[in-house]
């Protein structure tokens, strides 16, 4: 069946310009989360998604970073005025109910700001 | 103290070699623990869950280790298929999420 999908696979953008970064989880996965992984760093929590509320956004870096789910489905994350230190691999994950359940990921957009 | 930590390796092992990764975590509490793959520039994926009996798959045995907060993975017979980073994960404290250690790199090679 069809895994987690992302878009764009690849994203460059000039410093300062806001992007949006789409999810689409694996259909009846209730669960959504996203992380990035930076260069030589380790997979990072940003949000977690139950349905359309997000109980967690504890991982957000910076109130520049903001994430919707609409429909108990698609997510976006969306970040405004980018920087270069926000150049990473953002990856989406979903799980079916509760958090404890395994997560599976999406091949990730690898977002470069020049 | 990081609230996953792994060694990073990179270990170089040969074909057919018995390797073992270690991995410790801060937060007691914390109840749910995994060990994920990553092949090089793709995205993570579960190897396998660990309890605190100890469980094994095939060529893989996982260890939990409450008292110590530690975590192992041992692989036996390794494989070419086997290279990759080894992630070490744990649930936080609300099990909205999950923690991630760095990765420790396999090689194996003929």
């Known amino acids: 069946g069809a895994g987690v999908s992302q878009s764009p696979s690849n994203k460059v953008t000039e410093k300062g310009k806001d992007v949006e970064l789409r999810c689409d989880p694996i259909?009846?996965?209730?669960?959504l989360y996203w992380y990035r992984q930076s260069l030589g760093q380790g997979l990072e929590f940003l949000i977690y998604?139950?349905?359309?509320?997000?109980?967690?956004k504890s991982g957000l870096p910076s109130d520049r970073f903001s994430a919707e789910r609409t429909g108990g489905s698609v997510s976006t994350l969306t970040i405004q005025r980018t920087q270069q230190e926000d150049s990473a691999v953002y990856l989406c994950?979903?799980?079916?109910?509760?958090?404890?359940?395994?997560?599976?990921f999406g091949p990730g957009t690898r977002l470069t700001v020049l | 103290r990081k609230e996953v930590e792994q060694d990073p390796g990179p270990f170089n092992v040969p074909e057919g070699a018995t390797v073992a990764f270690n991995c410790t975590y801060s937060?007691?509490?914390?109840?749910?623990f995994f060990w994920y793959r990553q092949d090089c520039r793709k995205e993570p994926k579960l190897l396998m869950s660990?309890?605190?009996s100890g469980n094994e798959d095939g060529r893989f045995t996982a260890q939990l280790n409450r008292a110590s907060q530690y975590i192992s993975l041992l692989i036996r017979d390794s494989k070419l298929s086997d290279s990759a980073t080894y992630l070490c994960?744990?649930?936080?404290?609300?099990?909205?999420?999950?923690?991630f250690g760095k990765g420790t790199t396999l090689s194996v090679s003929s």
């Open positions: 259909s009846g996965h209730t669960a």
């Open positions: 998604f139950q349905g359309n509320s997000a109980p967690d």
């Open positions: 660990v309890y605190s």
């Open positions: 994950a979903s799980s079916l109910g509760t958090s404890v359940n395994e997560q599976f």
């Open positions: 937060n007691s509490a914390s109840q749910s």
């Open positions: 994960v744990v649930h936080n404290q609300a099990g909205t999420a999950l923690i």
